[in-house]
């Protein structure tokens, strides 16, 4: 099966050609990196031309429009069966993409979720605010969506093509994260999660979401609940 790992990328210039360079030394031959730069202003998008690599498509947004819109691009645009979602800031380590898509190559899931919380792999430590956020909203989503994740929010998720790619989603930033939750919840499709490991960022490192995100989550949990 072909693994399709797509790469949301915006001014990630200090750490998208190590993302790269993690997710092509991964041993699963059978992949395509689809990285989809949302109109950077720093150098990510020179540094990705610079892979010459025919496994590697870059798709370039002529404006800034959001993780969600991104991801939705990068599914048009992935031709493997299994559809891999990598934030590019490194928070998220390739190395746990077998524990990702293994439930998945078993015949077991159609969806994996990673969760920051499960397991004893390595997780940085950072703000507790930021946890207890993390924590209400995916409360909130499991009350809403019927499920027990752990980290509803996690920025590592692998998906059977076949079945996101019949999902309509809609949300163009932060926002995909409850959106596609929510929806899957309303489909008959078997979800796993797996414990990955975390190397948070600060906002001096560039971590970008913020507590104007967490209330659009809120609000997507209960659109989603009620709408398709």
Known sequence: ?????????????????????????????????????????DNSANIIKSFDNKNIKLITNNKNCGKGYCVRKGISASEGEIILIQDADLEYEPEDYNSLINPILKGHADVVFGSRFLGSQEHRVLYFW????????????????NLNLTDMECGLKAFRAEALKKINLKENRFGFEPEITLKISKLNLRIYEVGVRYF????????????????????CIIKYFFTD
């Not at 990328?9 to 092509?24: A, P, R, V």
């Not at 909130?140 to 969506?145: A, E």
């Not at 948070?200 to 609000?219: L, M, Q, V």
């Open 1 to 41: 099966m072909k693994l399709s790992v797509i790469v949301p990328c915006y001014n990630e210039e200090k750490t998208i050609q190590l993302i790269i360079s993690k997710i092509l030394n991964q041993n699963y031959e059978n992949k395509e990196i689809i990285i989809i730069d949302d109109c950077s202003n």
């Open 200 to 219: 948070g960022r600060t906002y001096k490192e560039g971590k970008k979401i913020n507590w104007k995100d967490g209330f659009s989550a809120i609000r």
């Open 130 to 145: 930021h946890k207890v956020g993390n924590t209400l909203l995916t409360i909130l989503s499991n009350v809403f969506s």
